[in-house]
């Protein structure tokens, strides 16, 4: 079941986060509560099995910086699902559920790092392929993905700007020596 996070959830969505990005859980949970302090946090839903708090997704705002006026969009960060429940479609359902989420909200269009196989095969395009432009050169162009949306109209293109505390944790792209590594897998 996909629901919206209540407020007593907020200590099941930490241990989801912190164990499903492993080394990296804490840094993960650290952006959470920066978005939130930051008055940034759009929507939070959860997948609950059993009883039981197995997956969380969260909305943030951002902004495409185009000609004509800067225009609020969402990021999809971070998205999670613990070791124990993965592979049974648990993640998909709440990348699903999120963009639904940020359709009916009235937004022009959703953006978020990841695998190009995992999200183009749930719909998501590069983010390049329809003139936006990468918040850094270290997030690789194939996996700067988007979803635009029925809000979306043809002049907000531009680059993605992405709200401060992604950038105060450190939390964009990838830093070398695993960016030059990943890079190398997308140009074989
Ligand atoms: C990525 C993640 C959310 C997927 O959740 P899930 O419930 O296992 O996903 P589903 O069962 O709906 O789909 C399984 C698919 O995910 C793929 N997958 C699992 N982990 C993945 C990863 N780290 N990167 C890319 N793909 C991954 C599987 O290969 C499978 O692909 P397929 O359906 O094309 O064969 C989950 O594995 C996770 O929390 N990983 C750690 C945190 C993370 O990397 N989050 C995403 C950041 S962009």
Redesign the pocket.
């Given at each position: 079941m996909i629901r919206p996070q209540r407020e007593d959830d907020r200590d099941a969505v930490r241990r989801?986060?912190a164990a499903?990005?492993?080394d990296d859980g804490l840094h993960?949970v650290e952006l959470l509560g920066a978005l939130d302090g930051a008055g940034r946090t759009r929507v939070d839903l959860v997948?609950e099995v059993d009883g039981a708090v197995v997956?969380h997704?969260r909305l943030s705002q951002s902004w495409v910086d185009a000609r004509e006026a800067l225009v609020e969009v969402l990021v999809?960060?971070?998205?999670?699902?613990?070791?124990a429940?993965?592979?049974?479609?648990?993640?998909?359902?709440?990348?699903a559920a999120a963009v639904e989420a940020a359709r009916d909200a009235g937004t022009p269009a959703v953006f978020?790092?990841?695998?190009p196989?995992?999200?183009a095969?749930?719909g998501w395009q590069r983010g390049s392929a329809h003139g936006f432009a990468r918040p850094s050169t270290r997030i690789p162009d194939a996996?700067f993905q988007v979803v635009v949306l029925d809000a979306w109209e043809p002049w907000m293109v531009g680059p993605l700007v992405y709200c401060d505390p992604f950038w105060a944790l450190d939390a964009v792209g990838l830093r070398d020596p695993l960016l030059t590594t990943v890079e190398q897998m997308f140009d074989s």
């Open positions: 989801v986060v499903a990005f492993g993960v997948a997956g997704v999809l960060s971070p998205l999670a699902v613990v070791p429940a993965q592979g049974r479609g648990v993640g998909t359902a709440l990348l978020l790092e990841g695998s196989d995992f999200y095969a749930r996996a």
